[in-house]
């Protein structure tokens, strides 16, 4: 018998647009069974979410070896010195930028232009793939309703972004691209050639695209450093100026200070001189009244 697992593997891997209409078909066509209700309470998944569904059944191999990386860089950062975590870190983000340029062609294929921020949102959720094993289920799955975002530091709810609690666990099949192909005729084949050149070109362009958002956002960070180091070094040099200036002012008034220190001397010796000088006189009257 037909399980609603079986079901949403099979609505899960649709067009986003058709899941819907094919949702409700299909609990109408079960109407009666115990099944009617669960399937038509299957949520109808974002976009991010759709594309992860897509990228999961497109390049499972790919995607398996993702999240045996993301599993091996978590047993590897236990006791790891900060220099290998920043190289883990790296390799992490370039597999999942990778990952997420392949998705969009995919996407692009099937007739959907991703956007950046549903972009992002990919990204994020095969990010919190590698670094959450149960994101990693949820993914693998192939039956994510909600994109993910794993932060490290508050705990990811995996089971809240599948269809159905026994998604995680669940590997979807793998689904080859779809070829439609025409026998006998010449110019149905030119055409499905030039289908396949432009879908390819498609997904070159969005690659293109891609790496141009990533090189743009590499030369902001870098015009952005360039400038705050100049900033800095325009403080250093006016706290060097300063500096300089407080150096010559404590010269002047050591210089300043041995001379004081001179005069002093010079006039407690003189008062010196007459003390001695009052205290004789005085003396010499007190003799001659005598």
């Known amino acids: ?66 999240i045996a990386v993301g599993a091996a860089l978590r047993e590897a950062q236990a006791g790891m010195d900060a220099a290998a975590l920043r190289e883990l870190t790296r390799q992490r983000r370039q597999l999942t930028a990778a990952l997420t340029v392949r998705a969009r062609a995919l996407a692009r294929s099937e007739g959907l232009r991703v956007t950046e921020s549903v972009a992002e949102q990919v990204e994020e959720t095969l990010t919190a793939a590698m670094i959450d094993g149960g994101a990693a289920a949820a993914v693998r799955s192939g039956l994510l309703v909600a994109p993910l975002r794993a932060t490290g530091v508050e705990a990811l709810d995996a089971a809240g972004a599948v269809a159905l609690s026994d998604a995680l666990g669940f590997e979807v099949a793998p689904v080859a691209a779809t070829l439609h192909v025409v026998p006998d005729s010449g110019a149905d084949r030119g055409a499905e050639r030039l289908a396949r050149a432009q879908a390819a070109l498609t997904a070159a362009e969005d690659e293109v695209a891609e790496r141009r958002r990533i090189s743009e956002d590499a030369a902001a960070a870098t015009e952005r450093l360039q400038a705050r180091s100049l900033q800095i070094q325009a403080e250093i040099d006016e706290l060097r100026r300063r500096l300089a200036g407080l150096e010559e002012s404590a010269q002047r008034v050591d210089d300043e200070l041995a001379e004081a220190e001179e ?22 009257v007190a003799r001659r009244r005598e």
Request: charged content about 30%; cysteine-free.
């Open 1 to 66: 018998m037909t399980s609603v697992l079986e079901v949403a593997e099979e609505l899960y891997g649709l067009p986003l647009a058709s899941f819907t209409p094919a949702r409700d078909a299909r609990a109408r066509e079960l109407r009666g069974t115990h099944l009617a209700g669960p399937v038509k309470a299957l949520r109808k998944p974002a976009t991010a979410a759709w594309v992860v569904n897509l990228l999961v059944r497109r390049e499972t191999e790919q995607v398996a070896q993702m």
């Open 263 to 284: 005069e002093r001397a010079e006039a407690e010796s003189a008062l010196a001189d007459a003390v001695r000088h009052r205290d004789e006189a005085a003396a010499e």
